[in-house]
């Protein structure tokens, strides 16, 4: 087990010696400190608290009359001063005074990033096996007394600790860079929802942790599609290249096939595991249920052709 260990020590060690890796995580940084200052600046969203004052409740009745009486209804934006009829019926009722615009918002709407955490981490994932044999350093690994599985499996590992690490510095550097533009806010904030068309409420923080934690599936199902790639076919462009295509085409893929009966299978109609959270899952037939199982099912089929190749390549000419 000790060697196990060493394994994915020398695999961290080589995967942050890598000029890429600072590269992705100093650009991740930009990206959020550059969203929060636009985000301040812009008045339209920060500026527009909307109803946070003790006479809340009268406003969001006069504003539900004004919009019934125009029978328009602004977008379903979750920003303070935007909530639709329905919404803002249920914070009345429930007692649920809107808040203005703070860190746990911010942390919210840059859960979109995790697309770029995938993005770096299907870079990992597709360069950490293939290029040992691009470089020609396969055969001094494979020349140690350790079996190639298990090999293979540090380097599986080295990749998910990866994708953890930056899922973690992207909700703690969302909160950090919030807290400090908008105001850290309550860990108690509450935050309404839709569910299948059902109007819900749940703690904001606990809203956030678990929007990250099932967008982390996502984002390893992807690093493992990468990882099989670059392991069957020892490619490190085309095991990017193929993931990051597919999970930028995978909603156009499902949309393609949606009244097949068989839609509810492919991959990329059940990756999203957020939709069943918030939102309307995107395919019909589907639940949270299913969509684990079927993950499960694609998952394994990616391990066992990253391990039958890795293990069974002859790799004298490598």
Excluded: C, H
């Excluded at 994915?8 to 010696?17: D, G, T």
């Excluded at 090999?151 to 510095?169: D, E, G, N, W």
């Excluded at 550097?173 to 299948?196: P, R």
């Excluded at 490190?236 to 893929?253: K, V």
């Amino acid at each position: 087990m000790s060697n196990f260990f060493q394994l994915i020590k020398n695999e961290q060690m080589k995967l942050y010696n890598q000029k890429a890796t600072w590269i992705m995580a100093i650009l991740l940084v930009v990206i959020i400190v550059g969203i929060g200052t636009l985000l301040k600046i812009d008045d339209a969203i920060t500026g527009g608290e909307g109803p946070t004052g003790d006479n809340w409740k009268q406003e969001l009745e006069q504003q539900n009359e004004q919009l019934m009486s125009t029978g328009e209804q602004p977008p379903e934006i979750e920003y303070p001063g935007y909530m639709n009829i329905e919404m803002n019926q249920y914070r009345i009722e429930n007692d649920l005074k809107p808040t203005p615009y703070n860190a746990w918002d911010f942390v919210r709407d840059n859960r979109d990033l995790v697309a770029l955490v995938s993005l770096f981490t299907i870079i990992v994932a597709a360069g950490i096996t293939a290029n040992e044999f691009r470089w020609g350093t396969i055969k001094l690994l494979l020349i140690r007394p350790i079996s190639r599985a298990k090999i293979l499996l540090a380097k599986y590992v080295s990749v998910v600790i990866y994708a953890l690490v930056m899922l973690f510095t992207l909700y703690l550097l969302s909160f950090l860079v919030g807290s400090l533009l908008f105001g850290m806010g309550s860990f108690s904030q509450t935050y309404v929802y839709t569910q299948a068309g059902e109007i819900k409420d749940a703690s904001l923080f606990s809203f956030t942790v678990s929007q990250y934690l099932l967008s982390f599936v996502e984002l390893i199902m992807m690093a493992t599609f990468a990882f099989m790639i670059a392991s069957v076919f020892r490619n490190t462009s085309l095991a990017i290249g193929l993931a990051i295509f597919l999970m930028m085409a995978g909603s156009s893929i499902v949309l393609f096939f949606m009244e097949k009966e068989w839609a509810k299978y492919i991959l990329f109609a059940n990756t999203d595991l957020t939709q069943y959270m918030s939102g309307t899952p995107f395919v019909s037939g589907t639940s949270l249920g299913f969509s684990i199982a079927v993950l499960a099912v694609y998952y394994v089929v990616f391990m066992v052709l990253s391990w039958g190749f890795f293990t069974k390549r002859d790799v004298a000419g490598a």
